[in-house]
């Protein structure tokens, strides 16, 4: 297995867990300083949307690195 492999699947593992994080969002993450600025930024919803483009985004570029 190459290393573009192993990073597709990280990506896919790494999507995977911000989506759970964003649907849960449990209390330690969510009060962190950098969360709290992206609310104070885009507002929660902004804030649930922008975690919810950025797993899309890993997990697209994890598919495309897994089917090269």
Known sequence: MGGLK???IFLLVYAVIVVLITVKKPEIIW???KIQLF????GESGTVIFFYAWAALAAGIGIW???R
Do not use: S
């Open 6 to 8: 192993i990073l597709g």
């Open 39 to 42: 609310i104070k930024f885009l």
């Open 31 to 33: 009060k962190m300083k």
């Open 65 to 67: 690195l897994l089917v």
